[in-house]
């Protein structure tokens, strides 16, 4: 009696595994359209993106990873109707569990929001230099969560993509070359044009700055204790911004001394008037006293 039963049991498990093989087929062959359907459109699609001028990080991540986990996804939720699973209830329950996730790494999805916008604007690129959460730097590596600064310190600086898009950015690398000023003061008894001449003269050979615009002088107030001055050179590399501005404060101020041209401290003139004599005479004249 039990072998009986045994028997009819695998006749029906054997029943039930036949009646299941098309399903099954089924199926396969749907997750293997899908991803035929990938494989063939792969290439065409990040043709199209690069052509369009997306950066190749994004073009990576939307193609790799965000296209082909759609079109597997979509695949595997047609084939597990096939086998007869209920693809609502499942879904149903992805969304309360992407629903619980989104919540806990809200953090993290806004700074890959941050970096989808930052390849698309392109406010830099890999190496270019910017001022941002007063950092200074190369920009040495653009990711979906963060950006990475090399500094003149050749420290390395990483960034929240989120931080980068609230904050105030300053590229000095997008329009080629870049203008420094440096501010300096002279004394008001001095003659401008010739600190202007001996000025120019001392820093038209340093290294790192462009021929082209010439270097210029201008006065840009009238200070309290001296007169002021700003100096604008060009460079033609943005990361020899600091180096630059150091040269020439140092060339400026030795040509200044050897000149004989005084860079006035910060003070404050007080004149002082006796009205004592002048308080006497008034007094007397209105007392009638001599």
Not at 89 to 96: D, M, S
Not at 108 to 116: M, R
Not at 166 to 193: C, F, M, W
Request: charged content about 20%; overall charge negative; aromatic content about 8%.
């Amino acid at each position: 009696m039990n072998q009986l039963i045994q028997f009819l049991d695998v006749r029906q498990l054997a029943t039930q595994a036949v009646a299941f093989v098309p399903e099954t087929i089924a199926a396969l062959i749907i997750v293997t359209l899908f991803w035929l359907v990938y494989r063939l459109t792969k290439i065409p699609l990040t043709a199209l993106l690069e052509r369009a001028g997306v950066h190749e990080t994004l073009v990576s991540m939307v193609v790799g990873n965000v296209y082909r986990a759609s079109i597997l996804l979509f695949g595997l939720i047609m084939a597990a109707d096939q086998i007869g699973v209920n693809v609502r209830a499942v879904l149903g329950g992805l969304g309360v569990v992407g629903i619980a996730v989104g919540f806990a790494a809200q953090d993290s999805l806004s700074n890959i929001i941050a970096g989808f916008l930052i390849f698309i604007d392109k406010p830099f690129t890999v190496g270019d230099w910017v001022k941002v959460a007063n950092q200074y730097g190369e920009v040495s590596e653009i990711t979906m969560r963060s950006t990475r600064i090399r500094t003149n310190n050749n420290t390395y600086v990483v960034i929240p993509n989120k931080t980068i898009i609230n904050e105030v950015l300053v590229n000095h690398s997008k329009h080629g070359e870049t203008r420094v000023d440096i501010q300096l003061g002279i004394a008001y008894k001095e003659l401008i044009p010739k600190a202007r001449k001996i000025i120019l003269q001392a820093i038209e050979n340093l290294h790192g700055i462009a021929r082209f615009p010439k270097p210029e002088l201008v006065v840009t107030e009238l200070g309290d204790s001296s007169v002021n001055l700003e100096i604008r050179v060009w460079i033609e590399d943005a990361g020899s911004e600091e180096p630059v501005f150091c040269r020439v404060m140092e060339a400026s101020k030795i040509a200044l001394d050897e000149a004989g041209i005084q860079i006035p401290y910060p003070h404050l003139q007080l004149f002082v008037d006796n009205v004592e004599d002048r308080v006497w005479q008034q007094a007397k004249k209105l007392t009638g006293t001599t």
